[in-house]
């Protein structure tokens, strides 16, 4: 079901660029979220755009270079019709799930997981669609305050994005025929 991307120094660099924008925009409105870890926001950041371009170059889009002060509103990427929020993790453990801090956060109408396996290269896990999400999220707490997660062995195979805008392109083409 895992997809492996490999990272050139072209793709860690747009991923390093990237994350230095958002730390520093962060960092210039004191809007630096707090985590517990003590990774830097450039680190988490740059964790995240490593998957952001990954699944980038995976399904041959462009990666948005554009950083916003408020944030990206929870859509990261744009794919096949889909807007897609991307999240990439680097816990290797037991169980891995897909977490958000409320049900709200889940803004776009998929989230696609990938994983750090090294530094150039990513797993792109699976996705899964907001509507889904919210009916089978679990809330939990780990110590730093309740969110909502799905286990990562609930989430489709990423194909499923490219083969459901095809059906619904194909199903618009009848209505409007």
């Not at 230095?20 to 926001?41: H, N, Q």
């Not at 290797?92 to 530094?119: H, M, N, Q, R, W």
């Amino acid at each position: 079901m895992s997809v492996m991307v490999s990272l050139d120094a072209f793709d860690l660099l747009e991923a390093a660029l990237v994350a230095e924008r958002i730390a520093v925009i962060r960092s210039v409105l004191k809007s630096t979220k707090e985590f517990v870890d003590g990774v830097s926001s450039f680190e988490r950041h740059y964790i995240g755009a490593l998957g952001e371009v990954a699944v980038c170059k995976h399904f041959g889009v462009r990666h948005p270079r554009a950083v916003v002060s408020g944030g990206d509103n929870g859509v990261d990427l744009v794919i096949n019709g889909w807007k897609a929020q991307i999240k990439c993790r680097t816990y290797l453990g037991k169980d891995p799930e897909i977490i958000f801090k409320t049900l709200d956060y889940f803004k776009a109408d998929v989230c696609i997981a990938t994983k750090l396996e090294s530094a150039t290269k990513i797993a792109i896990v699976g996705c899964i669609s907001r509507t889904r999400f919210r009916k089978i999220a679990e809330q939990k707490n780990y110590g730093y305050g309740d969110h909502w997660c799905v286990p990562e062995t609930a989430l489709d195979d990423v194909c499923v994005i490219t083969e459901n805008r095809r059906q619904e392109q194909a199903i618009q083409q009848e209505i409007t025929a």
